[in-house]
């Protein structure tokens, strides 16, 4: 026992030093995160209205400490990408979510979260979960927040802050492919109306417009995430009895292809706002990376410190093995990979959660976020672009 003890000890002191080695180079910090998006980076908004699409319950967020283990409606088990993201950026707190009453006051200076599961960027998509706020709904209460904020700051201090001080990420468009145009029952009118190419196009179109739109509301510096490889979530290979190590195509080829008339869009804005800073986090790459190779990685440095806090609630040894899958939740039931039903109380849920990549059918792990995070802040062009988010800070 005295040894075991002693041992934690030693290595709680060690990762320590680890850790200011790695934080301590900050210069610059980012005052606000402004967060829209959909499930992956919701902080919280569907716990406001009714709606198919909840993470309000346990085992959601039970490594997630500020709340002690107690769900907050994030849809994993601690962290989202979002909230990383601010915190190795120097952020204080989470941006909160904008539906939560006590959203008031001095609390947005440090930004506001939007993002509603279910969400995407075309007003249809996530019907099928009878409310979600899509894209032009958040930009519509970011328009609320933009108002308060000339009204606690002054016009032009606010306008400073907005350009200068504060970040802006979206991570939508998965749910246009999921919850939209794939789904096997609702969307064959849909699929039958618009080719693949025409659905692409209007996606991109609308998404324009609405990157427009927050530019125009003087958000300057602005992170967009592309589709992930949604062809290899667990839900999609359950629904489709894929193998172990297979992805379902279509699902893949379709973000692919809509990833690269992003990758241009970005581009485009980029030559056409004048101050517009776009960056475009390729999620895409970096999650495929870790799918290929889950036993490579929940190895940094950085990932294995934060993994290794939570030492006293769970194993070592899942740390030291890097990812044990990436076929199957952590939390879920249902099907060849678990992939039907979404994580909740009645749930079947693994022991060691930070040896998942992925937490729930949908869902990235709080372990797969660090990792994630940590190369969209800090990495280099393949992942992020044309700067990484450090860098886009320091503007
Ligand atoms: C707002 O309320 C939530 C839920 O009661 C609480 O967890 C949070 O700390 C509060 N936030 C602020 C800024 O007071
Ligand atoms: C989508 O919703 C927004 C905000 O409610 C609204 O302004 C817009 O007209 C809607 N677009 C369509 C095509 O329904
Ligand atoms: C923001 O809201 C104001 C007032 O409702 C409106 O006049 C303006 O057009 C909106 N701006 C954007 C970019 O949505």
Same mark, same amino acid.
């Given at each position: 026992?005295?040894?075991?003890?002693? &041992?934690?000890?030693?290595?709680?002191?060690?990762?320590?030093?680890?850790?200011?080695?790695?934080?301590?180079?900050?210069?610059?910090?980012?005052?606000?995160?402004?967060?829209?998006?959909?499930?992956?980076?919701?902080?919280?908004?569907?716990?406001?209205?009714?709606?198919?699409?909840?993470?309000?319950?346990?085992?959601?967020?039970?490594?997630?400490?500020?709340?002690?283990?107690?769900?907050?409606?994030?849809?994993?088990?601690?962290?989202?990408?979002?909230?990383?993201?601010?915190?190795?950026?120097?952020?204080?707190?989470?941006?909160?979510?904008?539906?939560?009453?006590?959203?008031?006051?001095?609390?947005?200076?440090?930004?506001?979260?939007?993002?509603?599961?279910?969400?995407?960027?075309?007003?249809?998509?996530?019907?099928?979960?009878?409310?979600?706020?899509?894209?032009?709904?958040?930009?519509?209460?970011?328009?609320?927040?933009?108002?308060?904020?000339?009204?606690?700051?002054?016009?032009?201090?606010?306008?400073?802050?907005?350009?200068?001080?504060?970040?802006?990420?979206?991570?939508?468009?998965?749910?246009?492919?999921?919850?939209?145009?794939?789904?096997?029952?609702?969307?064959?009118?849909?699929?039958?109306?618009?080719?693949?190419?025409?659905?692409?196009?209007?996606?991109?179109?609308?998404?324009?417009?609405?990157?427009?739109?927050?530019?125009?509301? /003087?958000?300057?510096?602005?992170?967009?995430?592309?589709?992930?490889?949604?062809?290899?979530?667990?839900?999609?290979?359950?629904?489709?009895?894929?193998?172990?190590?297979?992805?379902?195509?279509?699902?893949?080829?379709?973000?692919?292809?809509?990833?690269?008339?992003?990758?241009?869009?970005?581009?485009?804005?980029?030559?056409?706002?004048?101050?517009?800073?776009?960056?475009?986090?390729?999620?895409?790459?970096?999650?495929?990376?870790?799918?290929?190779?889950?036993?490579?990685?929940?190895?940094?440095?950085?990932?294995?410190?934060?993994?290794?806090?939570?030492?006293?609630?769970?194993?070592?040894?899942?740390?030291?093995?890097?990812?044990?899958?990436?076929?199957?939740?952590?939390?879920?039931?249902?099907?060849?990979?678990?992939?039907?039903?979404?994580?909740?109380?009645?749930?079947?849920?693994?022991?060691?959660?930070?040896?998942?990549?992925? &937490?729930?059918?949908?869902?990235?792990?709080?372990?797969?976020?660090?990792?994630?995070?940590?190369?969209?802040? /800090?990495?280099?062009?393949?992942?992020?672009?044309?700067?990484?988010?450090?860098?886009?800070?320091?503007?």
């Amino acid at each position: 026992m005295a040894t075991g003890l002693a &041992w934690v000890t030693l290595l709680l002191l060690l990762l320590c030093a680890m850790a200011t080695g790695d934080e301590g180079d900050q210069e610059t910090s980012v005052s606000a995160s402004f967060v829209f998006g959909d499930s992956l980076v919701d902080a919280g908004n569907n716990n406001y209205f009714n709606t198919l699409s909840k993470a309000d319950m346990a085992p959601n967020g039970i490594d997630f400490a500020a709340s002690g283990g107690e769900p907050t409606g994030r849809y994993t088990n601690g962290r989202t990408i979002a909230d990383i993201i601010g915190e190795l950026l120097g952020q204080k707190g989470y941006s909160p979510p904008f539906l939560a009453p006590n959203t008031t006051g001095s609390v947005i200076l440090n930004g506001v979260n939007y993002a509603s599961g279910g969400g995407g960027i075309l007003n249809g998509t996530g019907r099928i979960f009878v409310n979600r706020l899509g894209l032009d709904i958040q930009l519509d209460y970011f328009n609320t927040t933009r108002q308060q904020l000339d009204e606690l700051l002054g016009k032009s201090q606010a306008k400073e802050f907005m350009m200068k001080k504060s970040i802006f990420s979206v991570t939508i468009g998965s749910n246009d492919f999921l919850n939209n145009y794939l789904l096997p029952v609702l969307s064959a009118r849909e699929r039958a109306r618009l080719n693949p190419d025409d659905f692409i196009n209007e996606l991109i179109t609308k998404f324009r417009s609405q990157l427009i739109r927050l530019y125009t509301l /003087d958000a300057r510096k602005i992170v967009v995430a592309n589709v992930g490889p949604i062809g290899c979530i667990p839900y999609q290979k359950t629904l489709n009895g894929v193998k172990e190590n297979e992805c379902v195509g279509l699902p893949n080829e379709l973000a692919v292809q809509y990833n690269g008339q992003l990758r241009d869009l970005l581009a485009e804005l980029n030559d056409n706002l004048p101050g517009g800073q776009f960056v475009l986090a390729n999620v895409y790459d970096l999650v495929l990376e870790v799918l290929t190779n889950p036993g490579k990685y929940g190895k940094n440095r950085f990932a294995r410190f934060e993994i290794l806090l939570n030492l006293l609630q769970q194993t070592v040894k899942a740390i030291n093995q890097g990812f044990k899958t990436s076929s199957y939740p952590c939390c879920g039931d249902g099907g060849q990979y678990q992939g039907y039903i979404p994580c909740g109380p009645t749930s079947s849920m693994c022991d060691d959660r930070s040896a998942y990549v992925f &937490w729930d059918p949908y869902h990235p792990s709080e372990a797969a976020n660090l990792l994630f995070a940590k190369y969209i802040v /800090d990495g280099g062009t393949k992942y992020v672009s044309p700067m990484n988010l450090r860098q886009l800070v320091q503007l």
